[in-house]
């Protein structure tokens, strides 16, 4: 199992940036997948998720309205696209694998969960810095 993400980068309070997540060494349309970031002196928190389809998406409070998560089946690719940033969302941004397969629908803590250690495999972390 491998997870390549890219796409960070440096800009301005109030701009944008997409990320991508390549996924391979897996079947990747059976997996959710999540977003999630880690700042500098701070722990890993949770970003993003998007069921299997791409059906389901869930948001952290900080970044609903801004952050969209989406997913190209086809291309075994998740997407973060981030707009209106700011200084706050400087972090390193890390794409993650949902442990159980085929979790894939609901809403409830267990099918949409957000808690770290229910991904198994991770990518390498981008990073995305926001000046003011």
């Known amino acids: 199992v491998q997870l390549q993400a890219s796409g960070g980068g440096l800009v301005q309070a109030g701009g944008s940036l997409k990320l991508s997540c390549a996924a391979s060494g897996f079947t990747f349309s059976t997996y959710s997948m999540g977003w999630f970031r880690q700042a500098p002196g701070k722990e890993r928190e949770f970003v993003a998720r998007?069921?299997?389809?791409?059906?389901?998406?869930r948001y952290a409070d900080s970044v609903k309205g801004r952050f969209t998560i989406s997913r190209d089946n086809a291309r075994n690719t998740v997407y973060l696209q981030m707009s209106s940033l700011k200084p706050e969302d400087t972090a390193l941004y890390f794409c993650?694998?949902?442990?159980?397969?085929?979790?894939?629908?609901?809403?409830?803590?267990?099918?949409?969960?957000?808690?770290?250690?229910?991904?198994?495999?991770w990518g390498q972390g981008t990073q995305v810095t926001v000046s003011s």
């Open positions: 998007i069921s299997c389809t791409g059906g389901s998406t």
């Open positions: 993650a694998r949902d442990r159980v397969q085929a979790r894939c629908g609901g809403t409830s803590a267990y099918t949409a969960t957000t808690a770290t250690n229910d991904y198994d495999y």
